[in-house]
């Protein structure tokens, strides 16, 4: 029987076989009847961690007296709050948080037919007589050995349009495949994301990003309307014809480039096994939001050309540009990301990265100034840096048109070699190099009032010690003396 072997698996578990070997035992637990419900049985049939563990009581009124109990029985508190229905969530210091629900509709039957995709509709019963019992009224054990995302009923979309960006997210984590009644609900009510609050929707985004193949998701996302609901700007795309460096339009070349990037992220160019380690590092570092470096920069991939169809332009001589995309695309990000409700600092770090997607460019021609472009590029984007130089190079992979060559493909990579090595392995020499006279010891020397000059001598002197101009501070307050007269010092 599957419900014994699931039950099995759940109370061998080292983080939720405690918990529920409690909750088990608790002073009317029989009354209540609760259940494992929801993802965490579902994880349980896939073999996946269980994240969260949801009890759903059969009998109303039942969570609030087990909850209390199974706090009072771990030495833990629990809090209530309502979100379409009332949750009594027990929390503790460095210990799994547990829900406790009362069934929607009075029944177990009922609730489980509340609930969004029938994977997520069974039960695992925690009383005695109910052990390995698994109850699925909806063939949900049937569509997970299918690999189908298949919605509860077509209510399920009413009760919370979040579910719409949803079935997409459980299709990219699980690799399955949306049935096609439940995808045509979805196509006929994408708009109903709009009344959903921003910061529910980042996180589904986000989450359906995160695995590999996103460019898939995001198409399915577009053909069911939502696409144009979330950033009505990128649906412009479509059909813009782009200069001979690309083979692509707009549209296609952006799904290509969330590819690249995937391949990118996880090290497939061989231009980055120097710095295997630190890449991943910077990659997987998580904001205090909980959204990872990953996430955000397939983020910015997806929006880093929004704004193409509005730069575009055909010169005398029949060639297409797109001057200032990557600046406009900045604050059209800014502007989507602020609606989605995105920390500050997440929101400048995306907008980062698509305001700077170009930089990394110009640093494929060997130029006896690139030590200094390199320190301006490192300290203008700072945290995002990084992020810009791999996010260029799934970029220029994804732009391969007639005029592209193998030659200019090896001189981006050069290039990124060249600004991953100032930035691992000569820091002090181009990134960050040490300071040799303060910005008070300037205005002594100097007899200067503070102000915007100072901070402007400040950077020229490190500019000049990465360009090996100057490496002491006698030498920097005589290369200051000589610029600090300058009217225009741009």
Not at 115 to 122: E, K, L, P, Q, S
């Amino acid at each position: 029987m599957p419900g014994q072997n699931l039950y099995d698996k759940l109370t061998s578990d080292s983080l939720w076989g405690p918990e529920c070997s409690i909750i088990s035992e608790l002073k009317g637990c029989d009354d209540a009847r609760p259940a494992v419900v929801g993802g965490a049985v579902r994880d349980l049939l896939l073999e996946r961690p269980i994240s969260d563990l949801d009890i759903a009581t059969a009998i109303p009124d039942t969570a609030r007296m087990l909850a209390k109990a199974f706090a009072e029985a771990t030495g833990r508190s629990f809090v209530q709050y309502t979100h379409k229905q009332t949750i009594y969530r027990v929390v503790g210091h460095a210990q799994p948080q547990v829900d406790f629900t009362d069934p929607i509709g009075g029944t177990r039957e009922a609730d489980l037919r509340r609930r969004d995709f029938t994977i997520n509709a069974m039960a695992l019963g925690l009383k005695e007589k109910e052990k390995a019992v698994l109850d699925d009224p909806l063939g949900g054990l049937d569509d997970l050995n299918s690999g189908i995302i298949r919605m509860t009923s077509p209510e399920t979309f009413d009760d919370d349009p979040l579910r719409l960006l949803r079935a997409f997210r459980f299709s990219a984590q699980l690799r399955f495949e949306i049935e096609s009644a439940t995808f045509r609900e979805i196509e006929s009510r994408p708009l109903k994301l709009r009344d959903i609050p921003g910061e529910r929707i980042q996180l589904e985004l986000l989450e359906t990003l995160i695995p590999r193949g996103a460019a898939a998701q995001i198409e399915k996302m577009d053909f069911a309307g939502i696409v144009r609901t979330l950033f009505p700007e990128l649906v412009l795309q479509k059909g813009i014809e782009q200069n001979v460096y690309h083979h692509l339009d707009v549209w296609e070349h952006t799904l290509e480039s969330i590819s690249q990037l995937e391949r990118v992220l996880d090290l497939e160019e061989d231009v980055l096994n120097p710095w295997e380690d630190k890449i991943n590092e910077y990659i997987d570092y998580e904001f205090p939001s909980g959204h990872s470096r990953r996430s955000l920069m397939k983020l910015a991939m997806l929006l880093h050309d929004i704004a193409k169809p509005h730069c575009r332009a055909r010169r005398e001589d029949g060639r297409i540009t797109f001057i200032g995309h990557e600046r406009l695309g900045s604050d059209y990000c800014r502007d989507y990301l602020d609606r989605l409700r995105f920390p500050r600092y997440e929101r400048n770090f995306v907008c980062g990265l698509i305001e700077g997607h170009l930089r990394p460019a110009v640093f494929s021609r060997e130029e006896p100034t690139r030590p200094r472009a390199a320190y301006r590029f490192f300290r203008d984007y700072e945290d995002a840096a990084m992020g810009i130089i791999l996010m260029s190079l799934a970029d220029r992979l994804a732009a391969q048109g007639p005029k592209v060559t193998e030659e200019i493909n090896e001189r981006h990579r050069s290039a990124v070699s060249y600004l991953l090595e100032c930035l691992f392995d000569r820091t002090e020499l181009v990134v960050r190099p040490p300071q040799l006279v303060d910005g008070v010891t300037l205005m002594h020397e100097l007899n200067i009032e503070p102000g915007p000059l100072v901070g402007h001598l400040l950077k020229r002197v490190q500019e000049a010690q990465v360009m090996g101009e100057i490496s002491t501070e006698e030498e920097a307050l005589e290369f200051c003396k000589k610029i600090a007269t300058q009217s225009d010092f741009d």
